[in-house]
């Protein structure tokens, strides 16, 4: 261990700790937080300070600003010049800046976040108004550290004559903090200052009549009283800002949307980008052309509509998915003595008057100290003058300037000034006119010395003085309001019918899952080839419009939705989306069943019944069914299967408001049928299993259901294990009561008996035609007509060779090609 003992054994938490803790304080208070007197971050108080002390200041000419620059960072500010430009840079432009700070020739950035030009092209000086800033700032009115190296000092804060934290805001990120301050009007924020000078005990609603809420230099509308008086209290408070725009009637029906301003910081490349993204997507209906026409009279985006298009739903739709409108959220965190804190309005105007009553101050005891120091050295002029033969006979009687000095103070009480003054007074000044020029000096220096001795005595005029100065530079520097502000922020809805173009289409939804639409074009131009491979089947086939919506249902008890409009638009022939590309939580096999397509999801009218495999039914209300923000990756439950075996049978819509009318039908696996009212079906909620449907023995399973209205029209399709096929009259199966076993609708057979695999309803008078699938994938469709009707006990006609064509396992209606035009 080495002798001086300065090496320390601790341990590496201890260490981290304490050197984060130094690095967080040091950017916390010395990089990128604002303080709350001058309202600016080190780097940009160096910048101003150094430019000032070149005197790079708006009454002489340019510079370049890597003159500038090099001057903060050799002397002040030890980072990268980049950092350092790129602060300049900020604060000459207007876009950011409420009342830009340094002046600046040749490209200094955009609005459309275009890169400055190098600093060894621009040329910068400081703004008239920076020169507030800095006045005074040589009557040590600011307490002057020495910079990294210790060869020069800096000021801690600048004087600040106007309120700069306020006017210009800023934004920042730290460690643990950030800070997000608005711009503000400087006439409004000087009009608040002067009332609280007058009344210190005002409140934040008196305040507020003066500070109506952000003046963004990019204008805009500002909406949210309530999150800026939260803001103004607090320090946190949300508004919403959006652009200024305007709606024109061209010719033919047309019309634009002008946009003259917008939200502050948004950049207007990516905007315009964005809302021709919307264009060439076709997100939106109507749009057909966005343009960028700004120039050096302003800026100007041009959003040209179609014929009829729904200007103020366009307008809406852009507000809400764009940033033509933002939330902007305030953070007014500054550092106020040497710790960062969240401010009010009210806490920021008070420490910027509080740090002007102490510039005023030590001004003013600068001044009195100077005008009382030239006081005494203009009296000892005007005595010297009284008796000028003896002081130039004594000069005269000297042997050097020193002992000339020495026989002056000694001979005629004057002090060491005095008479340095006397010694080294040009012999012109000798003349009565001097003399009474120093008299004249004299009496003026004696009434600036009592004004300065008022000032500092009493505190009434010293706030005279203050309010003076901001009156002053209010008349100099305010200008007129660029945001209006408006107290309720809008609600936007978007209207569907604007974002979706409203065009017929036909649509195809297949039993294994794949759905697609084509236009009516397509669709008549493709004949039969549906782009469906052998083995599937189509559930539904047929014309719908885009703004119509779409629920699919499947043998697993899930729903899945769909706007027809975002359904994958391919040709006919192609196959189209499969729901598993998007959707997750689906079963390899899962199987379309149902499909409903309604106008409106806001009202989901009417009921599911569903019947599982083994034996249960239920009726879910289509309102709970409606579809959840999640819709486009899950699906939704409709009912709980509780066996791992058992799938939907069927699932069938009804109104609910006819529901007395119907009666449900179940057909089992060994040919017995049931039939009751569908009153003795409670309603549940989607994710429950629901009740005993039907009484089944153990190999037995409900392979059919149908609802009935009780009509003359309505009929009961069958097909058997065996290939058979009868339909028969709904009044065949006696109307009991429900979970019982049922009667049965095959007549039994010792010998390789009758098992029902599908049953169908159908119309009695004109039944629809049906297609039969074979667990060989062969399809046979199949007329009802053609065969005649059955009674109960009877095992129909055999439709199927089952030994070349394979088992029948499914049967529904066909679902023909429609004749469009």
Do not use: C
Not at 422 to 434: E, S
Request: overall charge negative; proline content about 4%; hydrophobic content about 40%.
């Amino acid at each position: 261990m080495p002798e001086d003992g300065n090496i320390q054994e601790i341990s590496l938490e201890t260490v981290m700790g304490d050197r984060f803790g130094r690095y967080s304080k040091s950017i916390i208070q010395e990089r990128a937080l604002p303080d709350i007197r001058d309202g600016l971050k080190p780097v940009q108080r160096r910048i101003l300070f150094a430019m000032f002390k070149d005197g790079n200041t708006y009454d002489k000419a340019f510079r370049k600003s890597a003159k500038s620059v090099g001057n903060v960072m050799g002397n002040f500010h030890p980072h990268g010049d980049s950092s350092i430009y790129e602060a300049l840079v900020r604060m000459s432009q207007d876009w950011k800046l409420r009342a830009p700070l340094i002046e600046m020739h040749g490209n200094n950035g955009s609005i459309d976040n275009d890169p400055p030009a190098a600093m060894r092209y621009t040329e910068a000086r400081l703004s008239k108004l920076a020169g507030e800033m800095l006045r005074d700032l040589d009557k040590e009115t600011v307490e002057m550290v020495l910079n990294f190296d210790d060869t020069e000092y800096e000021p801690t804060v600048l004087p600040a004559h106007f309120p700069n934290l306020l006017v210009n805001g800023s934004t920042g990120i730290s460690a643990g903090y950030a800070t997000e301050i608005p711009p503000h009007n400087l006439g409004e924020v000087i009009d608040a200052l002067v009332y609280l000078l007058a009344h210190p005990k005002a409140k934040l609603d008196e305040l507020m009549q003066f500070v109506q809420g952000p003046d963004f230099p990019t204008g805009g509308i500002i909406q949210g009283i309530d999150g800026i008086r939260s803001a103004y209290e607090s320090g946190r408070g949300r508004i919403i800002v959006r652009s200024r725009t305007t709606i024109k009637a061209l010719k033919a029906g047309k019309s634009q949307i002008d946009i003259s301003e917008i939200p502050y910081e948004v950049n207007k490349a990516a905007l315009v980008k964005k809302i021709d993204e919307i264009r060439l997507n076709k997100d939106v209906a109507g749009i057909t052309e966005v343009r960028d026409e700004s120039d050096r009279d302003g800026l100007s985006i041009v959003i040209e509509l179609g014929k009829d298009a729904n200007a103020q739903g366009i307008l809406d739709y852009l507000f809400k998915k764009t940033d033509l409108q933002i939330t902007y959220n305030f953070n007014m965190v500054a550092i106020h003595n040497q710790r960062p804190e969240r401010v009010g309005l009210k806490q920021a105007l008070s420490a910027f008057l509080e740090h002007q009553v102490e510039i005023i101050t030590k001004r003013t005891e600068y001044d009195l100290a100077k005008a009382q120091s030239r006081q005494h050295i203009v009296s000892g002029l005007i005595k010297a003058m009284s008796i000028l033969d003896q002081v130039i006979a004594t000069i005269r009687a000297s042997e050097n300037r020193k002992g000339a000095k020495e026989n002056l103070m000694a001979e005629y009480d004057f002090s060491e000034p005095q008479a340095e003054a006397i010694v080294t007074m040009q012999l012109y000044r000798l003349t009565n006119t001097d003399v009474t020029q120093l008299e004249h000096e004299f009496a003026e220096l004696n009434a600036k010395i009592e004004a300065f001795n008022l000032i500092l005595a009493e505190p009434k005029e010293l706030r005279k003085v203050l309010r003076n100065e901001l009156k002053s530079l209010r008349k100099e520097y305010a200008t007129d309001r660029l945001s209006s502000i408006e107290d309720q922020v809008q609600e936007l809805k978007i209207d569907q019918n604007v974002t979706v173009a409203d065009e017929d289409v036909m649509m195809l939804v297949s039993k294994s899952g794949y759905v697609k639409r084509s236009s009516i074009r397509s669709y008549n131009a493709s004949g039969d080839d549906n782009g469906l491979r052998d083995d599937d089947e189509v559930i539904f086939v047929n014309r719908v419009n885009t703004l119509q919506h779409l629920f699919m249902l499947t043998d697993r008890g899930n729903v899945v939705y769909r706007p027809i409009h975002e359904i994958a638009d391919v040709r006919w022939k192609e196959a189209g989306e499969h729901l598993s590309q998007t959707i997750t939580g689906l079963a390899s096999e899962e199987l379309i069943i149902a499909v409903k397509v309604v106008d409106s999801v806001d009202a989901l009218a009417g009921e599911w019944v569903s019947v599982t495999s083994d034996g249960l039914i239920k009726r879910t209300k289509f309102s709970d069914l409606a579809p959840r923000t999640t819709y486009r990756k899950k699906p939704t439950p409709f009912i709980k299967l509780k066996r791992s075996d058992a799938y939907v049978v069927n699932t069938v819509w009804f109104d609910d408001k006819q529901q007395a009318n119907y009666d449900v039908i179940l057909a089992s696996y060994q040919a017995n049928g049931l039939r009751y009212a569908l009153d003795e079906v409670p309603t549940s909620g989607a994710r429950t299993a629901g009740v005993k449907a039907m009484a089944l023995g153990d190999d037995d399973a409900i392979t059919g259901m149908a609802l009935s209205d009780n009509a003359n029209d309505q009929a009961l399709a069958f097909v058997s294990n065996r290939g058979a096929f009868k339909w028969m009259p709904v009044d065949e199966i006696p109307k009991t009561s429900r979970a019982r076993k049922g009667v049965a609708i095959m007549r039994e057979l010792k010998r390789e008996p009758h098992r029902i695999v599908s049953m169908v309803g159908i119309h009695q008078h004109q039944p629809e035609p049906l297609t039969i699938l074979t667990d060989t994938d062969k399809l046979f469709d199949i007329n009802p007509m053609d065969y005649p009707k059955s009674q109960r006990y009877s095992n129909g006609s055999f439709v199927i060779d089952t030994e070349t064509s394979g088992t029948p396992v499914m049967m529904h209606v066909l679902q023909q090609n429609l004749v469009t035009t």
